[in-house]
């Protein structure tokens, strides 16, 4: 149909006379549609992740004279560089240990053992997709502040003081590694469910007891994984914003995201000094993911996967296995439930007051309606859901045509379109909020202080994901069915729209809902990027936080929970089949 | 040496089904119960090859891993060398369950289970450095036999090779070698050689058998595979639904099924239903809807028994022109042939039915050619009718 064959084999055309060959020539020299979307769809890609970063360099190494490093100097030249670099290093450390100490004891008794209750671990496991990062910091400052802590509320009577303060490096470390833990234990069930079981019982049949079958073979077998979790664990704690920024500001306990936070909301922000210190993070999250991709493929040689289904044959527990039950009930009432319930609680109270029945008696629906009455939430449920529905579809529709490209075509370069595609995940949204703004406050197109440059950071921060989505159900559509349709005469947009998109419908539809999810979750760009006017929920959050409105928060966050509980049962039902993934 | 009684195990699960299961049965609508092993017995002597045969679902790997410890029967005995090891259910008796690491068993498995962080000497050595440090030995004799049991696996020149850089056949004995380390009383063989292409396992098959009479190891060996049975063992007991069907030496197993089950998993066989028309001591006639066979055997069955004939297909003869002084002759017409290199199948019509024969190489006949087939009485067998 149109002129994108190779070079046909076919007899040298008789000359024809000009009259003839002159259309043909005419249409040759204009690009054909399907070079126009693959080229459009790849340029919009590269200007999305890379120029950005491009900004972000230029705006920190540069100023009016030329080459500086007064931002770097700035940034790191005080005696404070030592402590905010000792708390990243340590506050990420600790919360990957938290996280992967809990996450690979739940992962192996789920798989390897016959321990009770196992439905709970997966209901579990998909709290950070339904608890906003904000709300469960939140909800932790409701159990765990000294001044208003339920649990200290309740032990301080027999201790004689605050048992727990998660204002604290230490309350920081264990609400991120507890926010962690589920990440960590998708990671190691599936490693362990990799594991051959008879690995671990003819160790048994050595001789060996169980707890040295457990040093001396699984923990060994199951390094690669363990490592490569601790590694993406210590990136994900290193690029967090919630936990610290709540956590630790009011102490001055500074890490990277929330030294770069507190440094541009002073007035006026130098913004050369953030840069400084998001170059600084940047590097330490690249390398971290350099490392642990490394490690990733080290792995693969050392695995025993046979391909082979493994016959599960849990190990008993016996007497333990009360003990065992009593764990996971404390761990899904302590991460779960208890948070849950603290915020629903809040949300029924006028004001904050621990449990009472004076209380009790006096709970009122009132923080909900006043959510139904204040034009600012319903406003940033607006904003959620037009940058919600509008980057998840964006994101689906380009990835598409950007997965065919790096799966079908041979275009040289497509795995530079990759690369592309993932650098964003490497970036932290704060980071990415930052770049942003060096991006558009210098743009002279009226794009800042719009919901625009939140659509556009939404949509850059979620390309690895639509990426990934569509790359895997991409590679599962047979190579033939795309071929028969061109041998039956259809154009390459034709084949496209008309058989790879159908079939990749299920793929794209678990992905769009998947952006959705995390778009809502969204907070360390937007607040970089978000004006007055332009709020979105976690904004709404995160300024009734400051504001010290915990009661309307709570219903806000519980209208937040029920909406993405929703969106995600919807995401699980349809993603089955191509495998809804934990980022 | 090995006693197994009366070993009982449900399947995964069935056990909270159980309850359920016996109020229906007290209402009188129950269930069969459905059981994974069902009541095993057998004695194992020393020294001896013992094979657990059958089709997979038989319950012979969960046996195994019963008298292994790593997994818990419900009910039953399991003793070696006179220690029990096992013992539930059992009248009188306290209940007993030695853990799979104090039994102080070898095992092969069947995936070898190799551990790949470690190297080959590593692997033979873990048996012995795990041990309590009262029996462990020193370091230099741990060395001495872990190079004696490598040698004589002539695995001694990969000692220092990581595991997984081995073959297919060298990871099959340095799982052996792993397993007779520590020389255990008893050793089990889950499918050793199932993950092994078909020449490496025969010749394996050949190398296992020299050595377990070398080192005269009393072993028990699962398998489906019928050949590798046949080949290896000194005795075999033949599974099926968790339950054994027929205990016996090879020979006596293949030549004298006791039942359709047995002749029919154990190598090819053609049935034919009859009753027995005459009997002379243990000579009987049976009368077949295609014509009489007559065929020795040492049973115990009355004249008029409905009764199947197993005839082997090499235990037929074709020839063309009619065997003179000869039982059993039968008239048909040959339909296909196959060549199989080492011998010729034959499909046989006789009235309405097709029977195979197996020949030798040089003898062939056409399809369509009219054979005279010819049955050995000795090489037939009966089956009572399930």
């Given amino acids: 149909m149109t002129t994108t064959a190779p070079p046909r084999p076919t007899a040298p055309t008789p000359p024809a006379g000009p009259k003839h060959s002159e259309p043909a020539r005419w249409r040759r020299l204009l690009p054909t549609p399907k070079f126009l979307i693959l080229a459009v769809v790849a340029v919009v890609i590269a200007y999305l992740s890379i120029v950005p970063l491009y900004y972000l360099f230029w705006g920190t190494f540069f100023d009016a004279s030329g080459f500086t490093f007064s931002g770097f100097e700035r940034a790191y030249g005080n005696d404070q560089i030592f402590s905010l670099v000792g708390n990243s290093l340590l506050f990420a450390a600790g919360a990957a240990l938290v996280s992967l100490v809990i996450g690979t004891g739940l992962a192996y008794l789920n798989v390897r053992t016959d321990v009770p209750f196992k439905a709970l671990f997966f209901a579990a496991s998909i709290i950070p997709l339904v608890i906003p990062g904000i709300l469960y910091t939140i909800a932790w400052i409701l159990l765990g502040s000294p001044d208003i802590g339920l649990i200290n509320h309740y032990l301080e009577p027999i201790f004689g003081r605050a048992v727990i303060d998660v204002f604290s490096i230490w309350g920081m470390i264990w609400v991120e590694g507890l ?63 919630e936990v610290p920024a709540l956590l630790g500001l009011q102490n001055g306990t500074y890490v990277f995201t929330s030294r770069i936070y507190f440094v541009l909301r002073n007035y006026p922000p130098d913004l050369s000094a953030a840069g400084a210190l998001a170059v600084g993070l940047l590097v330490i999250a690249i390398i971290g993911v350099v490392v642990s991709n490394f490690a990733g493929r080290a792995s693969k040689n050392f695995q025993t996967v046979t391909g082979k289904g493994f016959r599960p044959r849990p190990i008993q527990l016996g007497k333990w296995r009360p003990v065992a039950g009593v764990l996971i009930i404390g761990y899904f009432l302590l991460t779960v439930i208890a948070p849950l319930l603290v915020l629903l609680y809040t949300s029924l109270l006028k004001f904050y007051a621990p ?8 709970i009122t629906f009132d923080n909900y309606k006043q959510l139904a009455h204040t034009s600012d939430a319903l406003t940033a449920l607006k904003n959620s859901l037009i940058l919600g529905l509008s980057s998840a579809t964006l994101v689906m529709a380009f990835m598409a045509v950007a997965a065919w490209i790096v799966v079908r075509s041979r275009i040289r370069g497509r795995k530079v379109l990759d690369g592309l595609a993932f650098m964003p995940l490497v970036v932290p949204g704060l980071v990415m909020g930052l770049a942003l703004s060096f991006v558009y406050l210098r743009s002279p197109i009226p794009i800042y202080g719009t919901l625009f440059i939140l659509l556009i950071s939404y949509c850059t921060r979620y390309l690895p994901y639509g990426m990934r989505y569509s790359v895997t159900s991409m590679q599962q559509i047979s190579n033939e069915l795309e071929e028969s349709a061109l041998v039956n005469g259809a154009s390459w947009w034709q084949t496209f729209r008309r058989v790879l998109l159908p079939l990749l419908m299920p793929g794209l539809i678990a992905g769009w809902i998947y952006i959705l999810v995390v778009s809502f979750r ?27 409105q915990f009661t309307v928060l709570s219903a806000l966050g519980v209208v937040m929970v029920l909406t993405l509980v929703v969106l995600v049962t919807i995401a699980y039902k349809l993603g089955a089949k191509v495998g809804l993934k934990q980022d | 040496m090995l006693e197994v009684q009366n070993l009982i195990k449900s399947f995964d699960g ?31 002597a ?9 089709p997979s679902g038989c319950g012979k790997s969960t046996t195994l891993r019963s008298i292994a410890g790593l997994e818990q029967p419900d009910s039953g005995v399991v003793s070696v060398g006179g220690t029990v090891l096992f013992s539930v259910g059992v009248n009188s008796a306290k209940s007993i369950n030695v853990p799979a690491n104090k039994r102080g068993l070898g095992m092969v498995f069947q995936s070898y289970a190799i551990w790949p962080h470690m190297t080959v000497f590593e692997n033979v050595a873990f048996p012995l450095r795990v041990r309590s440090r009262k029996e462990r030995p020193g370091k230099r004799e741990i060395a001495e036999r872990v ?50 292409d078909a020449k490496l396992r025969e010749s394996l098959r050949f190398e296992l058998k020299r050595l377990q009479r070398e080192l005269g190891i009393t072993s028990i060996y699962v398998t ?58 243990d000579r009987y006639v049976v ?100």
């Fill in chain 1, 355 to 362: 449990p009472s029945k004076d209380t009790m008696s006096n």
């Fill in chain 2, 46 to 54: 020393p020294g001896e090859l013992f094979t657990l045969l059958g």
């Fill in chain 2, 224 to 281: 489906h595979d019928q050949i590798e049975a046949l080949s290896l063992s000194s005795n075999i007991a033949v599974m099926r639904a968790g339950e054994i069907v027929q205990l016996g030496k090879p020979r006596d197993i293949y030549e004298n099924p006791q039942n359709k089950f047995v002749a029919e998993f154990i190598g090819t066989s053609n049935f034919i239903d009859g009753t027995i028309k005459a009997r002379n001591g």
């Fill in chain 1, 179 to 241: 926010q962690l833990s589920p990440i960590v234990f998708l990671l190691m069930v599936a490693s362990f469910r990799s594991m051959d079981p008879s690995l671990e019982e003819s160790a048994l049949m050595s001789g060996a007891g169980r707890w040295t079958v457990f040093r001396k073979i699984t923990v060994p077998l199951a390094r690669p994984a363990i490592v490569a979790a601790i590694l993406i664990m210590v990136v994900r704690s290193l690029e967090s914003f």
């Fill in chain 2, 287 to 386: 009368e077949t809807p295609d014509g009489r066979l007559t065929l020795d055997a040492a049973l115990d069955i009355a004249q008029g028994t409905e009764v199947v004939v197993s005839i082997r297909p090499e235990a037929v003869m074709l020839t063309t022109e009619r065997p003179l002084d000869a039982v059993n002759v039968w008239e048909g017409n040959v339909t296909t042939r196959a060549f199989l290199g080492d011998a010729v199948d034959h499909v046989v019509s006789v009235g309405k039915r097709d029977v195979r024969a197996r020949c030798l190489p040089h003898i062939s006949h056409a399809p369509g050619t009219p054979v005279y087939m010819q049955m050995d009485p000795a090489k037939l067998a009966l089956v009572p009718v399930d």
């Fill in chain 2, 14 to 44: 069935e056990r909270k089904k159980r309850r359920v299961r016996e109020q229906q049965s007290a209402n009188g609508d129950a269930q069969a119960r459905v059981f994974a092993v069902n009541d095993v017995s057998f004695k194992v």
């Fill in chain 2, 147 to 196: 190079q004696r049991v490598l040698e004589t696996m002539e695995l001694l020149q990969y000692a220092d090779r990581h595991a997984t850089k081995l073959s297919g056949g060298q990871q099959q004995r340095l799982a052996l070698a792993r397993a007779i380390v520590v020389e255990p009383s008893l050793l089990l063989l889950d499918e050793p050689l199932s993950n092994l």
């Fill in chain 1, 522 to 548: 969204e907070l360390s760009s937007s607040i970089l990027l978000y004006s007055p006017g332009n709020e979105v929920l976690s904004i709404l959050i995160f300024e009734q936080f400051e504001n010290g």
